[in-house]
């Protein structure tokens, strides 16, 4: 693991085409990046590769490396916070759920269920964490490529939506699009869209409730791998790479650009 300082400067420009100030980039033992959490204090990653199955925790006053929280078997494919922070969720290859203290780093609850929901009110006594208990169940996950599954009934009582052409913005990015995430950028009214895709930029749109989306800035991530994952929290931007980079850059810098657009 290991840390590079990153001496690009803002550059500030009227046009979609304008770089992010990248201040850090976070190195994860070359494994892609797939999953991104952050607190005040701290950013969680999870990966994927030969030591994709643990979660890192960064110092985010140091940017440095603080702990590896170990458990899962396989790549850790989502990351969650509760809304105070003080529990991590995270859901792995391996079929599991785990659920993580952040103060602590120490594991509350090791969910293995066929069922799409969990309650913690369940007065339930928890299931023995057994490595053989996961490797069963990763025997029976469905393989998607055997044939078509099981036609299911129709739903009652389900509303159904199309997405009509204006809804759509065709070739937004040069590559899949990977990652979505909503936030809020200081001084712009409501909230803005970033999108990351295979070419590694990440895009930031503007959200009109009745209409279309709005192309509003490109940030230049600077890599060539692809933008598997992005989170936001207190003015920073972090976004994971294919590479098994982690960007750290400030988003507050947006305001200012679009200030001096508008002169």
């Known amino acids: 693991m290991t840390t590079r300082q990153n001496t690009s400067s803002l550059s500030r420009s009227s046009s979609l085409q304008a770089l992010t100030q990248c201040i850090h980039t976070l190195t994860q033992e070359e494994n892609s990046v797939l999953s991104l959490a952050a ?63 952040t103060t602590t780093f120490k594991c509350l609850y ?13 007065s339930r006594p928890d299931v023995p964490q057994s490595p053989n208990i996961t490797h069963s169940l990763r025997s029976q996950t469905p393989k998607f490529f055997e044939g078509p599954s099981k036609s299911r009934e129709p739903e009652e009582q389900v509303v159904r939506y199309s997405i009509p052409d204006s809804g759509i913005y065709q070739n937004s990015h040069f590559g899949y699009v990977y990652c979505l995430l909503l936030g809020k950028v200081p001084n712009v009214e409501g909230e803005i869209l970033f999108s990351g895709s295979g070419e590694g930029d990440i895009k930031l749109w503007k959200l009109q409730k009745g209409g279309p989306i709005e192309p509003w800035r490109t940030l230049k991530a600077g890599v060539d791998a692809s933008t598997l994952t992005l989170a936001l929290h207190d003015g920073f931007l972090f976004c994971g790479s294919q590479g098994g980079n982690i960007k750290v850059g400030i988003h507050h810098e947006l305001d200012e650009m679009e200030r001096e657009s508008a002169r």
């Open 39 to 101: 607190t005040e204090k701290l950013l969680f990653s999870g990966g994927q590769g030969a030591h994709g199955s643990d979660i890192h925790v960064w110092d985010l006053e140091h940017f440095q490396l603080k702990a590896n929280l170990k458990g899962h078997l396989g790549s850790i494919l989502s990351l969650s916070l509760r809304d105070d922070g003080k529990w991590l969720f995270s859901s792995s290859g391996d079929g599991t759920v785990r659920v993580w203290d």
């Open 110 to 122: 090791h969910i293995h269920s066929s069922q799409d929901w969990f309650d913690f009110s369940d």
